[in-house]
């Protein structure tokens, strides 16, 4: 069965000082990866997605991404946090099972960015 | 191009009154699906339509729940008899195709749902 797990419901960092957040999958199959983001009052936006190619996989506004099979993680990872970062992750493992698509969605987590 | 629309954007309603969300996908897009995402919650899948496929209703809470799609396009979710615990933002994506595996969704801006 598929899952993802969002490790940190609230991740707090500095303006400037790295960004991680974690996520881990379970999937029967080769899965595809994705993070979204939502800023408040905003719709979900796609920043990056991994679907079998290579494994470190580059986003918008800086984010990336690994592809970790060994340690079934996807983390999500940005050098250098801006105000702007502040906002809602969303972690999606996505499996074909059968003829169907079974899209399942971490919790979130909420990352706070500190001046 | 416009992206996926959701109307009404904000809707108060008295318990036990029926509402109806709607959802505009992306023209062509021919996956359409439904979340439901409570305060402090993940989203939670409601409905997937899939071209003319028989549509995934696995993650309807309960039969006071309902959706349509009419000639593959403008999609409706229907709540009857709505419980406070039916109060959170219902949210509408569309994809290109085969959703998710390969191609990523396009969320609309959401329908912010108040029973009082």
């Known amino acids: 069965a598929q899952s993802v797990t969002q490790l940190d419901s609230h991740v707090s960092v500095s303006e400037g000082t790295p960004v991680l957040l974690r996520c881990n999958y379970s999937s029967s199959y080769s899965p595809s990866l994705f993070w979204y983001v939502q800023h408040p009052n905003k719709g979900l936006q796609l920043l990056l997605k991994y679907t079998s190619a290579a494994t470190l996989v580059k986003g918008i506004n800086g984010f990336e991404a690994e592809f970790k099979k060994s340690e079934t993680s996807f983390h999500l990872t940005k050098p250098s946090a801006h105000m702007s970062d502040a906002a809602e992750y969303f972690c999606v493992v996505s499996d074909k099972l059968g003829r169907d698509d079974k899209i399942i969605f971490g919790k979130g987590t909420r990352l706070h960015i500190l001046p | 191009g416009a992206g996926v629309s959701q109307s009404p954007s904000n809707k108060v309603t008295e318990k036990g009154k029926d509402v109806e969300l709607r959802c505009d996908p992306i023209?062509?897009?021919?996956?359409l699906y439904w979340y439901r995402q409570s305060l402090g919650q993940g989203l939670e899948f409601l409905i997937y339509?899939?071209?003319?496929?028989?549509?995934?209703k696995s993650g309807l809470p309960s039969d006071r729940f309902s959706a349509e799609r009419t000639g593959g396009s403008v999609s409706t979710l229907t709540i009857q008899r709505t419980q406070q615990e039916d109060s959170a933002v219902y949210l509408c994506?569309?994809?290109?195709?085969?959703?998710?595996?390969?191609?990523?969704?396009?969320f609309g801006p959401g329908t912010r749902l108040t029973v009082t």
């Open positions: 994506a569309s994809s290109p195709g085969l959703a998710g595996t390969f191609y990523e969704q396009y």
């Open positions: 023209s062509g897009h021919t996956a």
């Open positions: 339509f899939q071209g003319n496929s028989a549509p995934d």
